[in-house]
């Protein structure tokens, strides 16, 4: 019996930190993911003497600048998802968001597209 009171006090405090973690690892997985895409971004822009490309499927076409978009994993939230939603701003359905409207100030930028907050209180659509 006394056994039993010991794993589940150890469960009981140990369950939470784990989950706390794993949210932790997946929101640096979409982190990492999306520093990636501004990179490629950046490279092209710098090969294609300040254009943009049109869409980020672009960046794929040759594995020159990206093999593949990494879905954006946000936990609780959305589904991993790979999409990119052509616009100036979220529509908050998972995955990402690029910025492909000429003439506007945030042109070429690229955004988690998700209205929620991570683990540190802060908006995705703020990365």
């Not at 980020?56 to 991993?80: F, K, M, N, V």
């Not at 979220?90 to 209205?115: E, K, L, M, Q, R």
Request: aromatic share 10%; glycine share 8%.
């Amino acid at each position: 019996m006394v056994v039993v009171a010991i794993i589940a006090i150890l469960a009981a405090v140990i369950i939470p930190h784990f989950s706390d973690s794993l949210r932790l690892s997946t929101e640096g997985y979409t982190k990492g993911s999306l520093g990636t895409i501004r990179k490629a971004l950046s490279v092209y822009y710098g090969d294609m003497e300040g254009q943009y490309p049109d869409d980020l499927p672009t960046l794929t076409q040759s594995s020159r600048y990206l093999r593949r978009i990494a879905p954006a994993r946000l936990p609780g939230y959305h589904s991993d998802s790979s999409t990119v939603l052509n616009a100036a701003d979220s529509d908050d359905t998972g995955g990402w968001v690029y910025n492909n409207i000429p003439n506007t100030t945030a042109f070429g930028a690229i955004h988690v597209n998700c209205t929620h907050t991570d683990a540190k209180g802060s908006v995705w659509t703020n990365y």
